[in-house]
């Protein structure tokens, strides 16, 4: 089943972390009073990613799981399809990265590099390429959680991800005890309780609830608004505050918005679910394509001719468009070529019949 409102909620949540690296590419560009209001918003887009990506990849892991395959053989496809997600846009994106080094900067110059090959894997969160791609080792480790449990007990993949969300609990306290920089460790981060949100939600909408759903997203987007009021007097992205004020609206506005679309079938425009479909490829891109037309831009003298907002204006255009671009090219192109490679044996010899 798809869910249309879901992608348009991924659209939304990839245009808030658009918006704010868009106003922080250059200063002094005529934004600037909206980029300081927008740093307390913007952000939490990957807060949304990330309930919206547990409530999508639990719900195919018991899907999964619940197929007449071997727990290796279900683990394995679920793991490779996810894992396709993932790396070949990333694999494009930080390669051209590498070959435009020397000429556009796309990490604060005082960031530490890393090893290629710990970037090329995702097995770090200080990526000094494609600075985005630390959430990237977020999803890798929430991938692996689903790929074991559905090797374990395909058939209980919700009852193992509670007793999961359960121990996360406890690991997160456990690591408070030692200081922010135990945060650093993606299993032990407190963020991993935002995907442990979206997975409650699936099992909730895999059972059949679907009632309150205005109510829901109205109480989400109201304390979503005192979320970033209260995170503005006191947090600073760090990821215990951030988790703490974002994860209940969150999950709120996503729950809302599946319920009414099961319920009632509203469901949000198509240009924004459009905007959804290409909205990894959005996340991954913009950073490294507004790095290079901040380069252009200053190697043309367009700063002297055109106006700040004008400018922004023509970035966002065109960064959007490359992200969509990504999308057909690549991103849409390796998703379905992988779904066909791993479709069932039995269908293919099937098919020949």
Request: overall charge positive; glycine content about 8%.
């Amino acid at each position: 089943m798809k869910f249309y409102n879901l992608q348009a909620m991924r659209g939304v949540a990839a245009c808030m972390v658009f918006l704010i690296h868009l106003l922080s590419t250059k200063h002094g560009l005529g934004a600037d009073w909206f980029l300081f209001k927008w740093w307390w918003v913007g952000p939490a887009g990957v807060d949304l990613f990330f309930v919206i990506s547990g409530f999508i990849v639990c719900y195919t892991a018991a899907k999964a799981g619940r197929e007449d395959l071997a727990p290796i053989t279900a683990a394995t496809r679920f793991g490779i399809k996810r894992l396709f997600r993932v790396y070949p846009v990333y694999w494009i994106v930080l390669a051209v990265s590498f070959a435009l080094a020397p000429y556009v900067q796309t990490a604060d110059p005082g960031m530490a590099a890393e090893r290629v090959w710990r970037l090329v894997t995702l097995a770090t969160t200080n990526n000094n390429r494609v600075v985005l791609a630390w959430t990237l080792c977020y999803e890798l480790f929430f991938y692996l959680v689903l790929a074991l449990i559905i090797l374990i007990r395909p058939k209980q993949v919700y009852e193992l991800v509670l007793g999961w969300i359960a121990l996360q609990i406890g690991l997160t306290i456990w690591a408070s005890g030692g200081g922010l920089q135990m945060f650093n460790y993606v299993p032990l981060s407190p963020l991993i309780l935002e995907f442990g949100a979206g997975c409650i939600l699936a099992f909730m909408v895999d059972r059949g609830v679907k009632a309150y759903g205005w109510q829901s997203l109205m109480a989400g987007v109201a304390l979503f608004c005192v979320a970033v009021w209260a995170h503005s007097q006191n947090g600073n992205w760090a990821p215990w505050w951030r988790s703490l004020y974002f994860t209940i609206p969150c999950a709120l506005i996503v729950y809302g918005a599946i319920a009414i679309e099961i319920s009632s079938g509203v469901t949000l425009p198509a240009w924004l679910q459009k905007v959804g479909d290409s909205s990894y490829s959005i996340y991954i891109w913009h950073q490294l394509v507004l790095a290079i037309l901040l380069k252009l831009t200053e190697m043309s003298g367009l700063f002297d001719v055109l106006p700040g907002l004008l400018i922004l204006f023509i970035w966002g255009v065109i960064a959007l468009a490359f992200g969509f671009l990504s999308y057909q090219v690549i991103e849409k192109p390796s998703q379905n070529w992988i779904h066909r490679v791993m479709k069932r044996p039995e269908r293919r010899e099937l098919s020949h019949i």
